[in-house]
């Protein structure tokens, strides 16, 4: 009979931590294989969407999130821990809105890109018609997502029909 000493409060709470991660990664390893290779392809996307005009960042960022929080616990939080996509990710996942100034951000670059794109196809008025399709369904996908920051500061700025005579 072997008698082991108790685990400390140290290893409990890491084991809490590692038995948390390990339940909110997907069972079968195939998939979570399958997963990881999709969340890896999504941040190149991503990465890639940084320098190229056409190609989104925000999405395939948070693409990438979902995938490695199902997959890999260490890539996820690596990438909870990236000094430009962590915010993002994280008020994603806790509150699936994105802050008012990204989207703003996101939306006005994208219309330029597309608009640019546009310009430069312009012996070709099927990709014109489908950029702008494409730019139209990204954009409003985009702006329609909440903004936390946007409701608060709703709630808490004064009403102008107060006094509208100053």
Not at 72 to 87: C, I, T
Request: proline share 7%; glycine share 4%; net charge positive.
């Amino acid at each position: 009979m072997t008698i082991s000493a108790p685990p400390s409060p140290n290893a409990a709470g890491s084991t809490e931590a590692a038995t948390l991660a390990a339940s909110r990664l997907h069972a079968s390893p195939v998939v979570r294989w399958l997963l990881w290779i999709t969340g890896s392809v999504a941040l190149l996307l991503g990465i890639l969407g940084v320098f190229l005009p056409v190609l989104p960042t925000t999405p395939f960022i948070l693409l990438a999130a979902a995938c490695y929080a199902k997959a890999s616990e260490r890539f996820h939080r690596r990438l909870l821990a990236h000094r430009s996509f962590g915010p993002v990710i994280r008020e994603w996942e806790e509150y699936r809105s994105m802050p008012l100034r990204t989207k703003k951000f996101a939306v006005s670059l994208m219309s330029l890109s597309i608009a640019v794109s546009i310009w430069v196809v312009a012996a070709y008025p099927w990709a014109q018609a489908f950029l702008a399709v494409v730019g139209i369904c990204a954009g409003t996908w985009v702006w329609r997502i909440p903004s936390r920051d946007a409701a608060a500061a709703a709630a808490t700025s004064p009403s102008t029909s107060v006094d509208a005579s100053r």
